[in-house]
T-cell receptor
Framework: AQTIHQWPVAEIKAVGSPLSLGCTIKGKSSPNLYWYWQATGGTLQQLFYSITVGQVESVVQLNLSASRPKDDQFILSTEKLLLSHSGFYLC??????????????FGEGSRLIVV | AQKVTQTQTSISVMEKTTVTMDCVYETQDSSYFLFWYKQTASGEIVFLIR??????ENATVGHYSLNFQKPKSSIGLIITATQIEDSAVYFC??????????????FGSGTRLQVYA
């Protein structure tokens, strides 16, 4: 069975400080990987997606960047946090290779508070 | 542009009863995929059930089933024999068949379900 793990579970960071969030998926080769963001009490918005190692596409501009250094790893980062970056970050995966209707499965999320 | 609307902000039901959550969507695509997810108190988002637009039969998984009314662009989630642990926020989501953005789901605003004893 596939498992997806996100780290850290929660962070409290200062404005202007750097951030790195990560997720790892086990049990699935060559998955599509995604980062989603959720404001407190809000809906989910896709930030990035990656269909292969080394390739990441941005969906919205939020002064964040993402990288996929390994097939099973997806990293979200920024060098300078803004207050607006606060929220809940979710990593997700889906089977790759074509079928556009594949279901997305989400990790447990990382909660970020920027002060 | 695609849009997903959940008008019910919050629902409260007694356990062991049946509840229906509404969701309507807008799309220009003839092919699309509809999903329901549950967000638990910890924040975790769990996939529950899906309906592909070309399938006429309503999907059923465990005590979750869908009421897919394509002419009305509606995809209701039905939970039978509700349990306390079904208390959560439920999100309806849609992906158009020909989106250029891989994995892009459009989510509704969510419906909070409270199941009480």
């Amino acid at each position: 069975a596939q498992t997806i793990h996100q780290w850290p579970v929660a962070e409290i960071k200062a404005v202007g400080s750097p951030l790195s969030l990560g997720c790892t998926i086990k049990g699935k080769s060559s998955p599509n990987l995604y980062w989603y963001w959720q404001a407190t009490g809000g809906t989910l918005q896709q930030l990035f997606y990656s269909i292969t190692v080394g390739q990441v596409e941005s969906v919205v501009q939020l002064n964040l960047s993402a990288s996929r250094p390994k097939d099973d790893q997806f990293i979200l980062s920024t060098e300078k946090l803004l207050l607006s970056h606060s929220g809940f970050y979710l990593c997700a995966w889906s089977p790759g290779q074509g079928y556009s209707g594949n279901t997305l499965y989400f990790g447990e999320g990382s909660r970020l508070i920027v002060v | 542009a695609q849009k997903v609307t959940q008008t019910q902000t919050s629902i409260s039901v007694m356990e062991k009863t049946t509840v229906t959550m509404d969701c309507v969507y807008e799309t220009q695509d003839s092919s699309y995929f509809l999903f329901w997810y549950k967000q638990t108190a910890s924040g975790e988002i769990v996939f529950l059930i899906r309906q592909d637009s070309y399938k006429k039969e309503n999907a059923t998984v465990g005590h979750y089933s869908l009421n897919f009314q394509k002419p009305k662009s509606s995809i209701g989630l039905i939970i039978t024999a509700t349990q306390i642990e079904d208390s959560a926020v439920y999100f309806c989501a849609m992906r158009e068949g020909w989106t250029q953005v891989v994995g892009q789901l459009t989510f509704g605003s969510g419906t909070r379900l409270q199941v009480y004893a």
